[in-house]
């Protein structure tokens, strides 16, 4: 079979309208699920068996769940308890407790592995807990976490895609469109990589530049 | 100025500490010694809580701090602890490793907690290594800044778990040298050391821990000439 790109070119705004839908998407996501993580990943280390638990629970069940059936549950499922979320914001919900689940436990990974003598010579001049975490604990356990960080954010702008499924004219869902207006089955969805993967390397370049600054 | 009274403390069902009772005044270098294992780590760490006492009670200046209601965060400020592994915080430079604590606590301002730290790095002879991250110095410097750090809080009573365990052998002196400072200074002091000839020669008051007790206490020298107990001097036999 023959690849034609030129009848592409007539669709380049689609995509990127599609692309920049994403982009938005991805932020949110990533913004939200990094804030919720934390706070996940600090009640999973909390002394409190009730907060612990919680917060447990919540990851595995996150974890453990297809992404798909979350959006589809979000998106429809609570309509039945009347409750109608505009797309966009399913949208943003499902990529936020996706990511957050994974993030806690990036984050706890994080700060289990800094050496409790940190913790404990911040303690012994009077730090508080909270201040040992913020001001010993995260900074250290943030350079090494970077790396992880950066997986988990190109993992939400890759499955932002899914989201296509509930109607957003994100990249996915404009790439389908544009295949069922030419009939060309394959160069909207290779276009559609290419734009995912100039998302996903850019991303993946900046935090390694960030990790080189961090480390000097 | 410190007082514990049945001091125990259980990691599930091992007693480490099988009840302490000591005090130790305001101005006193108590040295604690004794094989490993013999629970004289966690007496120390008990008396600022970073251990959590089973049973007993711990007074501060009349204060007790095993209370569950006392102010702990203001309590550990009192008490500089000093570490084997000495635990500086890597992400910051030697200078922000003694600013910290002042600046957040004592709300001191990053001029005087600056000019304080600077004061502090020339007691312990390192002015010159502000700036510099502690990747960058030997063990015997990253201690002596340990000590400087603990002092930043100027607290009324410094304890020091095995300071020097972790050093290579040249360097034990510099830091035995600035503890030798702090003694003669005034400074209250609970030192647990493997360092006999320091005990003897800095100690006021020596404790032999073996088995979670104080099996023996007293001035060193008599201790170290005439111990008392066999086990005393069977532990005294090897390492002298």
Known sequence: MDLNFGSMVDYWPTFLRGAWVTLELSFFGVALGTILGILFALMRISRWWPVKFLASAYIEIIRGTPMLVQIFIIHYGLTGFGINLPPFISGVVALTINSSAYMAEVF????????????????????????ALRYIVLPQAFRN?????????????KDSSLISVIGIAELMYNARTVQSITFSPMEPLLVACALYFVMTFTLSRLLAVLERRLRS | MIRVKGLRKSYGKVEILKGIDTEIHKGEVVVVIGPSGSGKSTFLRCLNRLEQPTEGGIWLNEREITDKQSELNQIRQEMGMVFQH???????????????APRKLKK????QARKNAIELLRTVGLEDKGDAYPDRLSGGQKQRVAIARALAMEPTVMLFDEPTSALDPEMVGEVLDVMKKLAQNGMTMVIVTHEMGFAREVGDRLLFMDGGCIVEEGVPLAVFQNPQHP??????????
């Open chain 2, 231 to 240: 086990r005393t001097q069977d532990f005294l036999a090897k390492v002298l």
């Open chain 1, 108 to 131: 706890r990974a994080g700060i289990e592995a800094i050496d409790r003598g940190q913790t404990e010579a911040a303690r012994s001049l009077g730090l508080s807990r909270w201040m």
């Open chain 2, 86 to 100: 000495f635990n500086l915080f890597p992400h910051m430079t030697v200078l922000d490793n003694l600013t910290l």
């Open chain 2, 108 to 111: 001191m301002s990053k001029e």
């Open chain 1, 145 to 157: 976490m970077l790396p992880a960080i950066g997986n988990e954010f190109i993992i939400i702008i």
